[in-house]
């Protein structure tokens, strides 16, 4: 007769309690360390594995490669039909989506530094390729001195939650039908979740981060993009500030001008 310990032991994950049976339930794994001749086959046993154990949520299994691939073309196709394949796109291009409202730039700091710290943090996360910021704030605000300078921009209209993330979302479709197996990262706090069925469906085909989620999304988000939404609450530990005081008095303390502003679409 097993003990409960012995059944503890035997189970893949924790027995489930009742109301986790229906939680959505994510399998990430690196696909160069464990690779599989038959992704298809790999996804099937993963799926059983999990029914097995009594979750029943929506099971979501991604594969990630590095940059370096030593697995042939062939097999990551296969990887990609059966919809198992993720990853940072590190030489591709990235742009980030960025709704001011919800992350303010901190006080004191340069507008202008700031996007050159975000820019390496994402560097250093493994963004390699081409970056890009698009700043989006309420209309009738004015935009931080000199940002323009480093962001594209536009203003969003009045309106719910669902009407300023479903009017950045329509820019980041654009972006996105011109940038295949390219990097998405939204830093917002109003992703509702009418619009969270559009995001879902760019996870196959785009690397995305999103820094708002619910357990029942389909997509990475909050703690992944955590690189770049600590930066706003203490940016560089201090150190930006100082930067910016010195900044300021090298432009003679106005900044830059507003001519040659770059506007989204």
Not at 92 to 100: G, L, N, R
Not at 220 to 241: H, Y
Request: hydrophobic residues 35%; proline residues 5%; negative net charge.
């Amino acid at each position: 007769m097993s003990t409960s310990t012995d059944e503890t032991m035997d189970r893949l994950f924790p027995k489930p309690q009742r109301k986790e049976m229906l939680r959505s339930t994510y399998v990430m794994f690196d696909a160069e360390d464990f690779s599989s001749p038959n992704p298809h086959l790999l996804k099937e046993n993963i799926l059983t594995a999990i029914k097995k154990e009594g979750y029943r949520g929506r099971i979501n299994i991604k594969g990630y490669f590095g940059d370096k691939k030593t697995i042939p073309q062939e097999l990551l196709d296969k990887y990609l039909e059966a919809e198992i394949y993720s990853k940072i796109f590190e030489d591709a291009k990235t742009s980030v989506f960025w709704d001011m409202a919800g992350y303010p730039i901190p006080n004191g700091v340069d507008p202008v530094l700031f996007c050159g710290v975000m820019k390496n943090a994402l560097v250093k996360q493994g963004y390699k390729g081409e970056l890009s910021i698009y700043l989006y704030v309420d209309t009738g605000e004015l935009l931080p001195n000199g940002l323009e300078t480093c962001v594209e921009f536009d203003f969003l209209p009045e309106g719910d939650d669902y009407a300023r993330i479903s009017s950045i979302l329509v820019d980041i479709s654009f972006w996105a039908l011109s940038y295949p197996y390219s990097n998405i990262i939204v830093l917002s706090r109003n992703i509702v979740k009418g619009t969270i069925v559009a995001f879902e469906s760019l996870y196959n085909t785009h690397g995305l981060l999103l820094s708002k989620t619910e357990p029942d999304w389909l997509v990475p988000g909050e703690s992944s993009t955590l690189f770049l939404t600590s930066l706003f609450e203490d940016p560089t530990g201090g150190q930006l500030s100082a930067s910016s005081q010195k900044q300021s008095k090298i432009l003679g303390g106005g900044g830059t001008s507003s001519q040659g502003a770059k506007r989204v679409g």
